[in-house]
């Protein structure tokens, strides 16, 4: 009986694919690097070769897996296994993965949305802790998120449930990709962090390494302002205190609408560790519901580049358990 | 076979009671006072002893009947049928409400917060149209709140989930019952809008009724203030500005999180229909991210005194279906 799950994870430099026990346990991991070349048409061509080599190479048949799970960076239409965009692939219009892969490669597969992939790998196998209510912020070049409750993924009615990125915590604050202003993502994803440094570096009078980095216009980096941070830098004390209010503030407002078990918090940003998290878990307190404060934990995530591949192979084994 | 439901919506003034087909139609309603003295110990045998009376005046049998559900002010043990305390009860300790109505009633009986409770009764047969994901906020004399994601009703890890009215909408804002600052409640609530009518007075150069009624100390409600907005005077307008960005801000940031088919504002507040429907909308357009924006619709409740009923029916219901 089959026994395993192919688990992919395709980002805009690199595709990470993995072979997986049904328990979650990766047997054989792997990656190629994505050709966004011609609007990304071989991206896909691209993982039906390397999952078919892979399988031919590995001491399993066919057979021995019940289907494959894919996380994409786009908005997608789950029940028609669509794409229906991705920049950072090339793909400008709508691409019908599901029926190309699943004809190829003769297995059943399921994709949905990156951050909503990552989600449910760390439920399943990382900082989730398999309770049933867990919120997943990821915090990268940009912020993403996903939300499981009562064990399900939430989509909402337009696929736009756990876009936490897009939480506002600055009323007219600064103008965010999406159109509107004052977004999350402007703040705590890596881009934000150094646009909130760059611009509070300009009012500050005193000394501080950042500050003579960024008058000498050096290449200042998230990982950059919490190093500094940690090292006591009065500057990049000031971009974190900041950078964490706003994200415990919206964290805080998550809890209040859900309840979560664990909000977990991942991405390259959340390398920082406890020099994010123990700032952030401050303000999250301070916003939250008394009975919501005393439940709600954050945690950092706990997979780190795993959680996609992980996450992907999860979301096939739901998907025969469903189907 | 047994066709119909009785719906019990438990309010620190008056209790609401009805029969109710397991088609959501009210067969016959009524209410009694709820007696909240010596400390709330009469409340249960009071119900016991009205419903009881119902049943034996009516067409029905206790056999008619699937099973009783409830609505209460206050935090509640769903697994065990326990109110956790009802302040507007004169409930400051555990309350076994199941067990006693069950033993007494002969029918099952479930029990849950009043405003989940009334949002099942939006989701069921009010503004909720059926759809799956479903948000409902009461602006009352506080603000309460339900999330129905999937179909079902979210309590969070700690009974928490819902609890819109302590979302923070402004960092180090008003202080709330709850002991945090900035809350919703502070502001959406009918006590919220006169607490910041009072404010913003204080700081009002011009001609305005409610300028002169607050310099009068005369008794201003949030109905007044809305009506007086409604009537062009410019303070009000100011006041169902702030009061409308706030809960607009605070409806996007739920949409941003869940993207559910509809947010249904209901209570007391409510009642002023457009006059606050249509700026919060705007607010919320504002805060809210495209495909969220374009998704998710605010509406006014339906149901008004009726969904706590209603609701109430519907637990019954829900809960005869998943034992």
């Known amino acids: 009986m089959a026994r395993n799950l192919i688990g992919i994870d395709l980002g805009g430099t690199?595709?990470?694919m993995a072979f997986i026990s049904v328990d979650g346990e990766i047997l054989t991991k792997w990656s190629i690097p994505t050709d966004t070349s011609d609007d990304g048409k071989h991206i896909v061509p691209n993982i039906i070769k390397s999952v078919s080599a892979h399988i031919t190479s590995s001491e399993f048949s066919k057979a021995d897996f019940l289907g494959i799970g894919m996380g994409v960076p786009g908005p997608i239409d789950i029940e028609n296994g669509i794409v229906l965009f991705a920049v950072n692939l090339g793909w400008k219009?709508?691409?019908?993965?599901?029926?190309q892969i699943q004809e190829a490669l003769g297995l059943p597969f399921v994709l949905d949305n990156d951050a909503n992939v990552a989600s449910l790998g760390e439920y399943w196998k990382g900082?989730?802790?398999k309770d049933e209510d867990v919120v997943f912020v990821t915090l990268g070049t940009g912020v993403g998120g996903g939300v499981i409750a009562g064990g399900r993924l939430l989509?909402?009615?337009?696929?736009?449930?756990?876009?936490?990125?897009?939480?506002t915590v600055q009323p007219n604050g600064y103008l965010c990709n999406c159109g509107k202003r004052?977004?999350?993502e402007q703040y705590a994803s890596a881009t934000g962090v150094v646009h909130v440094a760059a611009d509070m570096a300009k009012d500050f009078l005193g000394t501080s390494r950042l500050k003579e980095m960024e008058d000498n216009q050096e290449n200042v980096t998230s990982k950059m302002?919490?190093?500094?941070?940690?090292?006591?830098?009065?500057?990049?004390?000031?971009?974190?205190d900041r950078v964490t209010f706003y994200l415990g503030l919206a964290l805080a407002n998550v809890a209040n609408i859900l309840n979560p078990a664990n909000i977990i918090i991942g991405g390259g940003v959340s390398n920082a560790g406890n020099t994010l998290l123990q700032p952030t878990t401050r303000y999250f307190q301070e916003n939250a519901f008394p009975a919501v404060r005393d439940s709600t934990k954050l945690r950092l995530a706990q997979l780190g580049n795993d959680a996609g591949v992980i996450g992907a192979a999860s979301l096939a084994l739901r998907f025969q358990k469903t189907n």
Chains 1, 2 share one sequence.
């Open 14 to 16: 690199t595709t990470k």
């Open 93 to 99: 219009q709508r691409q019908q993965v599901r029926d």
């Open 127 to 129: 900082a989730g802790e």
């Open 155 to 167: 989509h909402g009615v337009n696929g736009g449930a756990g876009e936490l990125g897009h939480v």
């Open 182 to 184: 004052g977004c999350l």
């Open 225 to 240: 302002v919490f190093y500094l941070a940690d090292n006591g830098d009065i500057l990049a004390n000031q971009v974190v």
